[in-house]
């Protein structure tokens, strides 16, 4: 089995040495720095095998496709990577054991995309981008995707347990993807998942109206059928409705926006939990109780990126002891504390 790691890059020099560490046992490396500044160049020089790219205008996927295109033809199974990520150890043994080759097309694995300050992991999800050489391409100029080729029946291996890649996120790195993500909605207006990227962009910079436009617009397409992602696009309605502070209508419109992502995703805390913190503030003590409730009963973590670390780190239980000490329901607040 010949595996490879492909790689785009523009100023990670401080990443490149940990990056290669962790990349120690693949057949190839391949990176294309795209108009880096700093070192990184010349530092993965000697280490990988590093190319220069100019991608113009820039676009996340025709980078990630000359990336791949780079990759030599007799490789097995393709790595996508970014500097700022590390395969941990053991990764190839863990790969080697779950892919068969001749057979499976693509890989499901544990991917952590964040740390807290004392390095545990706050959000981590399942992920599948590592493929087959041939087959596959990138779409969507930011948020990229892996496509597999019309016609082609992928055939998935799972890796469970530990994180397989880890993501170290480099904070002081600008990123504004508004502007791409506007593209990508304008190529494609019916893909869903372009979309709700496109809306939540929106809402992060502050256009909540143009926001809310487009989170309805997400929710109108038949390809919207994923009720995890619907359920998070409703949420954010809610939140964009608040923000606005439209007299009579604002917590009537996100009330109902919740509601609805409840019976979407019935089994998303995310939900439960802005229900019940919303009613709190209100001071629907018992409203806030019920929400906080049905958000405890939900044991089980999903493995999708949406899931949100406050719904798992006793956010919840801390509500629900203040709901609890509001209605004087006293062994009950006991308990829950």
């Not at 030599?72 to 700022?84: A, F, H, K, R, Y």
């Not at 409840?262 to 019920?290: N, S």
């Amino acid at each position: 089995m010949r595996i490879a790691v492909y790689a785009i890059a523009k100023d990670e020099a401080k990443h490149v040495v940990r990056f290669a560490h962790s990349c120690m046992g693949a057949d190839q490396v391949i990176v294309c720095d795209t108009g880096s500044n700093d070192e990184t160049f010349e530092r993965l020089s000697g280490l990988v095998t590093v190319h220069r790219l100019t991608v113009k205008p820039w676009r996340f996927d025709d980078a990630r496709n000359a990336a791949l295109a780079l990759v030599p033809g007799d490789i097995d199974v393709c790595i996508p990577l970014d500097l700022d990520e590390v395969l941990t150890p053991g990764w190839r043994e863990r790969i080697e054991a779950v892919w068969c080759l001749g057979k499976t097309t693509r890989l499901m694995y544990p991917f952590v995309w964040n740390f807290d300050g004392a390095g545990k992991p706050v959000t981590f999800f399942n992920s599948d981008k590592i493929h087959a050489r041939a087959g596959y391409r990138w779409r969507n100029p930011c948020h990229e995707a892996l496509r597999h080729a019309p016609g082609m029946r992928e055939v998935f291996g799972v890796i469970t347990g530990n994180p397989l890649i880890e993501h170290h996120a480099d904070d002081a790195k600008p990123r504004d993807y508004l502007d791409l993500l506007k593209v990508a909605v304008e190529e494609n207006p019916h893909d869903d998942r372009a979309a709700h990227y496109y809306a939540r962009e929106l809402f992060f910079r502050g256009h909540l109206t143009q926001a809310t436009e487009q989170f309805e617009r997400h929710l109108s397409l038949a390809s919207a059928t994923w009720s995890a992602e619907r359920a998070a696009s409703l949420r954010y309605l809610a939140k964009c409705w608040m923000m606005r502070c439209l007299p009579l209508v604002s917590a009537t419109k996100a009330e109902h926006a919740l509601l609805r992502a409840a019976e979407e995703d019935p089994l998303a805390r995310e939900t439960w939990l802005q229900l019940a913190e919303m009613w709190a503030e209100r001071g629907d003590w018992t409203g806030a109780l019920w929400a906080s409730h049905r958000c405890l009963a939900i044991t089980e973590r999903p493995g999708h990126y949406i899931s949100e670390a406050r719904c798992w780190d006793g956010t919840v239980e801390k509500l629900y002891e203040r709901c609890c000490r509001q209605l004087v329901l006293k062994r009950m607040a006991a308990a829950a504390a």
